[in-house]
């Protein structure tokens, strides 16, 4: 039985074009997505639109990561997180605009900023499918759609009022393409104090670069300008449960050893939350 188009995916459909093609609109087509040329891509029974084409991204996140992931983020202790990201969109684009969210993982930043602009609707990308059934329930005006965000986005020119970057690799090119003019970019990244209780305990951690700041704002400038720049920072503390499952949200969990998460004395019970948020105008 074919999959019925869902409401918000239905929404965003002005904004996609065919991967293959990279310049004809989608429509539906008895539980899929088609270009004129016959390209034609599924409507998972999740909710979410497979684009991706040819070989598979490897890296997106397992159905372990993104169930700890769900339940550290259930606790709100990342909430400020995605209160500044609601912010500096609604401090910069009316409540009708378009929300890319890249490497949008279970939809968390999304479904923040849709919260914050009531006629907005919000579009998702990302490579894991895990992610992608939660991000297709986050919120019933955000669509998600499988891609690869390396790779030129299946989206037309200058559709997007807001490209939202948490936490996720970036495409500055491309980034630059899909905004508006008037648009925002806004990137929340990890500054050198994030989560060090953590890492100090856990050497396998994936550390974060020293001159990670200055190879952002290389990659950044020739498309970007910073307008305001945040940071967040704050105490808290952890359950032994809650800190397992922030080693397991992240890519970390690719590199700790159970019998290092199974020690009782590694695990600190408070760490540092601290980001850098900046939304960039295009250039």
Same mark, same amino acid.
């Not at 499918?129 to 020119?157: E, Y």
């Not at 495409?171 to 500054?191: C, D, M, Q, S, W």
């Given at each position: 039985?074919?999959?019925?188009?869902?409401?918000?995916?239905?929404?965003?459909?002005?904004?996609?074009?065919?991967?293959?093609?990279?310049?004809?609109?989608?429509?539906?087509?008895?539980?899929?997505?088609?270009?004129?040329?016959?390209?034609? #891509?599924?409507?998972?029974?999740?909710?979410?639109?497979?684009?991706?084409?040819?070989?598979?991204?490897?890296?997106?996140?397992?159905?372990?990561? *993104?169930?700890?992931?769900?339940? #550290?983020?259930?606790?709100?202790?990342?909430?400020?997180?995605?209160?500044?990201?609601?912010?500096?969109?609604?401090?910069?684009?009316?409540?009708?605009?378009?929300?890319?969210?890249?490497?949008?993982?279970?939809?968390?930043?999304?479904?923040?900023?849709?919260?914050?602009?009531?006629?907005?609707?919000?579009?998702?990308?990302?490579?894991?499918?895990?992610?992608?059934?939660?991000?297709?329930?986050?919120?019933?005006?955000?669509?998600? *759609?499988?891609?690869?965000?390396?790779?030129?986005?299946?989206?037309?020119?200058?559709?997007?009022?807001?490209?939202?970057?948490?936490?996720?690799?970036?495409?500055?090119?491309?980034?630059?393409?899909?905004?508006?003019?008037?648009?925002?970019?806004?990137?929340?990244?990890?500054?050198?104090?994030?989560?060090?209780?953590?890492?100090?305990?856990?050497?396998?951690?994936?550390?974060?670069?020293?001159?990670?700041?200055?190879?952002?704002?290389?990659?950044?400038?020739?498309? #970007?300008?910073?307008?305001?720049?945040?940071?967040?920072?704050?105490?808290?503390?952890?359950?032994?449960?809650?800190?397992?499952?922030?080693?397991?949200?992240?890519?970390?969990?690719?590199?700790?050893?159970?019998?290092?998460?199974?020690?009782?004395?590694?695990?600190?019970?408070?760490?540092? *939350?601290?980001?850098?948020?900046?939304?960039?105008?295009?250039?």
């Amino acid at each position: 039985m074919p999959v019925s188009l869902p409401p918000a995916l239905e929404l965003s459909l002005d904004l996609l074009r065919c991967p293959t093609c990279r310049t004809r609109r989608l429509h539906p087509d008895r539980g899929a997505l088609r270009c004129p040329m016959g390209h034609t #891509f599924d409507i998972a029974r999740h909710g979410y639109a497979g684009l991706l084409t040819g070989t598979r991204a490897t890296s997106g996140d397992d159905a372990t990561m *993104v169930q700890a992931r769900g339940r #550290f983020l259930s606790t709100g202790t990342y909430t400020p997180l995605r209160q500044v990201g609601a912010r500096l969109a609604a401090d910069a684009v009316s409540e009708q605009a378009t929300v890319v969210d890249v490497g949008c993982g279970t939809g968390y930043y999304l479904a923040g900023v849709l919260d914050q602009l009531p006629g907005a609707r919000g579009l998702g990308l990302d490579t894991s499918v895990r992610a992608l059934r939660s991000a297709a329930r986050a919120h019933d005006r955000a669509a998600a *759609v499988a891609w690869d965000i390396f790779r030129p986005f299946p989206l037309a020119d200058g559709v997007a009022d807001v490209v939202l970057d948490v936490f996720a690799p970036r495409n500055p090119a491309e980034f630059h393409r899909v905004l508006r003019p008037t648009g925002r970019l806004i990137v929340i990244r990890p500054t050198g104090r994030h989560l060090a209780e953590l890492r100090g305990r856990l050497p396998a951690m994936v550390t974060i670069d020293p001159t990670k700041e200055q190879r952002l704002h290389r990659a950044l400038d020739p498309f #970007f300008e910073a307008a305001v720049t945040e940071q967040v920072e704050y105490p808290v503390t952890l359950t032994r449960p809650g800190a397992l499952d922030l080693v397991t949200m992240t890519p970390s969990a690719r590199h700790v050893s159970r019998a290092d998460l199974n020690d009782d004395g590694v695990l600190p019970d408070q760490v540092t *939350v601290s980001v850098l948020a900046t939304a960039y105008r295009p250039r």
